[in-house]
């Protein structure tokens, strides 16, 4: 019985049966892959603000730890939503070719399998404003850490808009298509730019 299968929280599953399955299986794919490196990559963040927070208090960083707390609370449940989406979005692709409600259902599928790495993509991008803010309120040990995070929540976020460029052609009309790639190509310029001055931050 595969990983998806057993059922349950996806957090609940030991690490190693997580990379198994991704290894072996159509689901978990790229999307909940990502959902889950930005996840780590914000707690690297956090732990930046947390041990800092631990020598010297101050609220702004208490703010800030709050504020990492709630998007990581909001971020891992997508994990499960896009194994959900695309396991959709595959039964309708493969449905009979006769099926009068295939090309509806297709399409219904598909605007749920685009909105799902969107909106992974734009937590993603909440998590690296929330890291370049966090730069300023974390010790110099803890840097790398924090750079480190962020590198990761920007290789998900591209990693995400990948379903959205191979799964945009199959929306219901060109408008749609056309508003999706828009949105795809924004966050990834903001998400370019975010790391780029993360990165020089801190090497100043």
Request: charged residues 25%; contains cysteine; glycine residues 6%.
């Amino acid at each position: 019985m595969t990983m998806t299968e057993q059922g349950g929280d996806l957090w609940q599953h030991r690490l190693s049966d997580f990379r198994d399955t991704v290894a072996r299986e159509p689901m978990p794919g790229c999307g909940a892959t990502a959902v889950i490196s930005a996840d780590l990559g914000l707690a690297l963040v956090l732990k930046g603000l947390h041990l800092s927070q631990q020598h010297d208090a101050s609220a702004p960083r208490r703010a800030l730890v709050e504020e990492c707390e709630s998007l990581k609370k909001r971020l891992a449940p997508l994990a499960e939503e896009d194994i959900a989406a695309f396991e959709a979005f595959m039964a309708a692709v493969s449905r009979d070719e006769n099926d009068d409600g295939r090309r509806d259902t297709r399409h219904e599928a598909a605007e749920n399998a685009v909105e799902v790495p969107l909106k992974t993509a734009q937590l993603c991008d909440a998590a690296l404003a929330l890291a370049h803010q966090a730069g300023d309120h974390i010790e110099a040990q803890f840097v790398s850490d924090a750079v480190a995070g962020a590198r990761l929540i920007h290789a998900a976020l591209h990693s995400v808009l990948l379903n959205v460029s191979a799964n945009a052609g199959q929306l219901g009309s060109d408008a749609a298509r056309d508003r999706a790639l828009y949105a795809r190509d924004g966050l990834a310029r903001r998400a370019d730019a975010l790391l780029a001055t993360i990165t020089a931050n801190a090497s100043d």
